[in-house]
T-cell receptor
Framework: KNQVEQSPQSLIILEGKNCTLQ??????????LRWYKQDTGRGPVSLTI?????NTKSNGRYTATLDADTKQSSLHITASQLSDSASYIC?????????????FGSGTRLLVRP | NAGVTQTPKFQVLKTGQSMTLQCAQD?????MYWYRQDPGMGLRLIYY???????DKGEVPNGYNVSRLNKREFSLRLESAAPSQTSVYFC??????????FGPGTRLTVT
């Protein structure tokens, strides 16, 4: 079954600290992996998108890594800010059918405290 | 450029009532999608429209219908609302080579 699992479910860190969020997937065939940020009461916003051949991609203080062999990805946030408080969702595009299919993780809820 | 817009933002329905959620995008995207988001779960695809004039079922289509009115608009209809349809609904759009843009969501409660 195609699945995307994220850990931890929630995380609290102090402002200025770094953190890493994890994503494991069992989606096959694999097309790409995305990380989204979702602020409370808003829709998800894309942070990064990585294909099979990409290992690392950065977007400001956000750095995503992908290991397609172990089917793992991580999102590293550097020097966290209060505005980083949000849910971070790992999404994998793939599946066996021909339709366009995204499989969403349930997200990691991050709270950055002053 | 508003991106993806959704109306209404909030709605409360009684069991058995009907309603239509509206979605519009101004990015000239070909594909549009309706998702629902429930606590502790990832977004799940209800219906999608790969291009104007076509619609297809997603993962959880039961109890819903859709209309791709034109390239810009994609509506989701609940004919007879049930408490299990209490959720946050997101519309999204994309074109080839571009990540999805999501709307702000509609928070629906069915009592």
């Amino acid at each position: 079954k195609n699945q995307v699992e994220q850990s931890p479910q929630s995380l609290i860190i102090l402002e200025g600290k770094n953190c890493t969020l994890q994503c494991n997937y069992t989606v096959s065939p694999f097309s790409n992996l995305r990380w989204y940020k979702q602020d409370t009461g808003r829709g998800p916003v894309s942070l990064t998108i990585m294909t099979f051949s990409e290992n690392t991609k950065s977007n400001g203080r956000y750095t995503a890594t992908l290991d397609a062999d172990t089917k793992q990805s991580s999102l590293h946030i550097t020097a966290s800010q209060l505005s980083d408080s949000a849910s971070y969702i790992c999404v994998v595009r793939g599946g066996m059918d021909s339709s366009y299919k995204l499989i969403f993780g349930s997200g990691t809820r991050l709270l950055v405290r002053p | 450029n508003a991106g993806v817009t959704q109306t209404p933002k909030f709605q409360v329905l009684k069991t058995g009532q009907s309603m239509t959620l509206q979605c519009a995008q101004d990015m000239n995207h070909n594909s549009m999608y309706w998702y629902r988001q429930d606590p502790g779960m990832g977004l799940r695809l209800i219906y999608y429209s790969a291009s104007e004039g076509t619609t297809d079922k997603g993962e959880v289509p039961n109890g819903y219908n859709v209309s791709r009115l034109n390239k810009r608009e994609f509506s989701l209809r609940l004919e007879s609302a049930a408490p299990s349809q209490t959720s946050v609904y997101f519309c999204a759009s994309r074109s080839q080579g571009v990540s999805e843009g999501f709307g702000p969501g509609t928070r629906l409660t069915v009592t």
